[in-house]
């Protein structure tokens, strides 16, 4: 079956430019660069119509950077275009990843054969879930269920089907995507996990974060103070209501 790969880049990231054309030379099948939402363009309007506090529970403790809301935005742009596509799913990923072609092809080869209009596969960094449920081994690379969804939003394969889901419960966002995701109890999606997925982050080594500015000293003190109890609240929602 074709595959297809949304790479999401920021125009105004041209430090990044290089890394997106390693990455359109590696990746199989049809690759196309999608055009993220740049934060700096966004109107209070749009804000207004794409953001509120507090939809669901858990609350999201923080204040939501603008460069958050275009992240999420960026990637609902993703959905959208899988679903405007004929395609059954596809991979999206992030201008800043490095791939390690061996252990991504035989990742990518290995959840392709279950995979289908309803699967969401997380390609993470680092394996910080713990399993659930094995669905596949192959090798030394493992296909699973976690017992909680993992943050980051490096690489996934999304399904048509799952596409649509997230794209009506997201019409309003109040946190960011990836603790979105980590809500598999209002999302109905399940995500499942490639380890080791071949991918690496390099976003410091092309100019840093695009997502916003740093905290201040106050600012960090207090993500530090509500960061634990806000993955209490995850876990506990995880384990008990899915």
């Known amino acids: 079956m074709k595959l297809t790969t949304y790479v999401i880049h920021l125009k105004r990231a041209e430090d990044r430019q290089a890394n997106v054309d390693i990455l359109c030379s590696q990746l199989p099948g049809v690759v196309k660069v999608l055009d993220a939402v740049d934060s700096l363009q966004l109107s209070t309007l749009e804000i207004e119509s794409a953001f509120s506090q507090n939809v669901h529970r858990p609350h999201y403790p923080f204040p939501l950077r603008k460069g958050e809301i275009a992240c999420f935005m960026s990637n609902r742009l993703a959905w959208q275009s899988l679903i405007e596509s004929n395609d059954e799913y596809c991979l999206i990923i992030e201008d800043d990843v490095l791939l390690d072609n061996i252990d991504f092809l035989n990742a990518l080869e290995l959840v392709l054969g279950d995979s289908d209009a309803d699967s969401f596969v997380r390609f993470p960094i680092k394996q910080k879930e713990s399993v659930q449920s094995i669905i596949k081994v192959d090798d030394s690379i493992t296909h699973f269920y976690p017992n909680v969804v993992g943050l980051g939003t490096v690489m996934q394969l999304v399904g048509r089907n799952t596409a649509k ?78």
């Open 165 to 242: 889901k997230l794209l009506n419960i997201s019409q309003v966002i109040d946190r960011p995507i990836d603790t979105f995701l980590q809500m598999t109890w209002i999302t109905g999606v399940y995500p499942s996990v490639v380890y080791p997925s071949g991918v690496t982050e390099i976003s410091s080594q092309l100019g840093g974060s695009t997502i916003g500015s740093k905290n201040s000293f106050r600012e960090m003190l207090i993500r530090e103070l509500m960061r634990p109890i806000y993955r209490i609240k995850i876990k506990f929602h995880s384990r008990f209501h899915r």
